[in-house]
């Protein structure tokens, strides 16, 4: 896609749009840890923020080691044992290999970490959660080429392999849609990355985008996101998930809007309250707007978002017993609104 000039500034006042929110969370983070965090970064391919460290159980050690193993742990579920996890509001969110994060706090085996890029009222610095310290590493190499090169983000399918050789033979690591790592050289059809902890790799050159910065994704149309919602479709539904494993609600809305340049808050609460987005009330909706459910007859506590696709049908991450789908869009007592990310002119692209 081309970058035309009004789609950089566009895309330079998305950035700053999502900063200012990230300020104005400082100010309603009343309980937000004090001390100075240290950086560390992911070294899984998913790692899953738990709300306490006593709250997995032992059906979900294969999400707490290293490597993990996302989808042995999201096959071994019932429904019910998925259930459990928004019942029990045990898990949170979950972050890539090769994300920056911040430690907060430790305990024991496991860290308290923020999550930059996933923002939230709940701290400044990005969304917080108990982590195993085994899934962080400190990686001061692997910082400075996150500083210093471009990166190649994953945005061709679900998840993709990370190999040991430019050949594309031995089968190093299954990572996530939106994974971004550090480029160090491009050849033929591979492209070798830089990892946290396990030396350079090798990206199949089609399952990628290289992009020099954040503000250099092209701006994107409605049609763009559609089409990235399309990959997830048939994908668990996970509560707290945001990899191309398994996605919640707002985890699949964010990842949609992120891998396309555009940062949006993390839970569904969160982006409709995103004064970024203009707020549409009824059903007068263009392709690639945020639909919001709340409880009290749309009127309390919005609990669901999906996002509108066009021809009045929408995609969403419904609940553990529904995989990722399309369906019809629904504007029955539960509907609170909408919400409008992208300008008038790309959502009818």
């Not at 709340?294 to 919005?302: F, K, L, P, R, S």
């Not at 509108?308 to 399309?326: C, H, K, L, Q």
Request: with cysteine; proline share 7%.
């Amino acid at each position: 896609m081309h970058m035309h000039m009004h789609r950089f500034t566009r895309r330079i006042s998305f950035v700053i749009a999502s900063l200012a929110f990230i300020a104005l969370a400082a100010t309603s983070a009343a309980h937000a840890d004090s001390a100075k965090p240290t950086v560390a970064w992911v070294d899984v391919s998913v790692s899953t923020l738990w709300s306490s460290p006593d709250a997995p159980r032992p059906l979900d050690q294969p999400a707490l080691t290293n490597p993990v193993h996302m989808t042995r742990w999201l096959d071994a579920m019932s429904t019910e044992q998925k259930q459990w996890l928004s019942s029990h509001n045990a898990t949170q969110t979950q972050v890539l290999y090769g994300h920056k994060v911040y430690v907060l706090k430790r305990q024991g085996d496991w860290v308290k970490i923020a999550v930059p890029g996933q923002s939230t009222p709940k701290n400044p610095l990005g969304y917080p959660g108990w982590v195993p310290k085994v899934q962080i590493t400190r990686a001061p190499t692997y910082a400075e080429a996150r500083r210093t090169h471009a990166f190649a983000v994953v945005d061709a399918a679900p998840t993709v392999w990370l190999y040991n050789g430019r050949d594309l033979s031995d089968k190093f690591l299954r990572i996530s849609f939106n994974t971004r790592l550090p480029v160090l050289t491009r050849t033929g059809k591979a492209i070798r990355v830089a990892t946290p902890d396990d030396g350079p790799k090798w990206l199949a050159a089609d399952s990628v985008s290289v992009y020099k910065s954040f503000a250099a994704i092209p701006a994107p149309s409605a049609a763009d996101l559609i089409k990235t919602g399309k990959l997830f479709m048939g994908l668990p539904y996970l509560w707290g998930g945001r990899s191309g494993f398994a996605y919640d609600c707002s985890g699949f809305t964010a990842t949609i809007y992120q891998s396309h340049g555009i940062l949006i808050p993390r839970d569904a609460s969160a982006q409709a309250a995103w004064d970024q987005g203009q707020r549409i009330h009824g059903d007068k909706l263009k392709p690639g707007t945020l639909m919001f459910y709340a409880d009290d007859h749309g009127t309390g506590h919005v609990y669901h978002v999906g996002m509108y696709i066009g021809d009045g049908r929408m995609m969403e991450a419904f609940n553990s017993a529904t995989p990722v789908r399309t369906t019809k869009a629904r504007f029955g007592e539960d509907y609170w609104g909408a919400r409008r990310v992208l300008p008038e002119a790309a959502s009818s692209h």
